[in-house]
């Protein structure tokens, strides 16, 4: 299997290195290609993304940052459900949510455990499987709103679960809001990515999507491509072996690679 990566974020928005940097790393580490997929620009208070100035420069270096790499670049954009601006212009997009607008305030899953249980808390009333339930209906929707290719960490309400049990990933609730969502999105042929990102960053010491949901995306003919979410060079890579043997025991004989103007299959046996 090759070694490569399509979700990887640089100093333009919430990453640790530049472009080239990161090219250097992937180089120096036998990657056969790598992609960029920095966070969309956000207007509502989130710093994380890009800024509109900065998304331009980001398109800019990485394009010049192709002319003189040897192995295939791409320029993606993790475009949020929330997002303002369309994502035109790049190679790819990863559609993702990081949390939900309600009562004029985002709730986030993200970010920290305390604003999780924050969220649920002041903004659902303790109800947590009524987050989970406005959270996996943005996911459903987020291939139609950001014309994605790649699915981002489909269950990242679960991000926090390692540390503190907060609910019942078998409580019929739980399960009802996930599947819909998987159910929603295989329509649209876009990519569910096995990440690793959690894990680079000691949250988790498992990949996203959970298993019941990776079979059930491949019951239901979804492909899968494999993600390290990495922000930091140092991280590149690493775990992208866990992630593999995870899609196997799966049953999934092959994943995606990207390529420009298209998508191979690779063997992951």
Not at 31 to 52: I, K, N, V
Not at 224 to 249: K, N, V
Request: net charge negative.
């Amino acid at each position: 299997m090759t070694l490569e990566d399509f979700h990887v974020h640089t100093a333009f928005c919430d990453g640790r290195d530049t472009p080239e940097e990161l090219a250097e790393e992937a180089l120096r580490r036998g990657f056969t290609a790598l992609g960029f997929s920095g966070h969309a620009y956000m207007d509502d208070g989130r710093d994380w993304g890009m800024s509109r100035e900065g998304a331009s420069r980001y398109r800019q270096e990485i394009a010049a940052l192709k002319k003189r790499c040897p192995i295939p670049l791409l320029c993606g954009i993790e475009q949020d459900y929330y997002a303002p601006d369309p994502p035109d212009g790049y190679d790819y997009v990863i559609g993702s949510v990081h949390g939900m607008r309600r009562g004029g305030r985002v709730c986030e899953v993200d970010s920290s455990l305390a604003l999780f249980e924050q969220a649920v808390a002041e903004d659902y009333g303790g109800d947590v499987y009524a987050l989970i339930e406005d959270y996996y209906d943005l996911a459903g929707g987020v291939a139609d709103k950001t014309r994605c290719e790649i699915i981002g960490h489909i269950d990242l309400v679960t991000k926090w679960q390692e540390e503190k049990r907060l609910f019942d990933e078998q409580h019929p609730r739980y399960r009802a809001a996930a599947e819909s969502a998987v159910r929603r999105l295989i329509p649209s042929g876009a990519l569910f990515e096995i990440n690793v990102g959690a894990m680079t960053r000691g949250c988790r010491t498992s990949p996203y999507p959970a298993p019941p949901l990776l079979r059930l995306i491949r019951e239901l003919g979804g492909e899968i491509i494999l993600s390290g979410d990495c922000h930091d060079r140092r991280a590149l890579g690493r775990f992208l072996p866990e992630a593999a043997a995870l899609a196997r025991a799966c049953g999934f004989m092959r994943c995606v690679r990207l390529v420009p103007g298209g998508r191979e299959y690779v063997a992951l046996y």
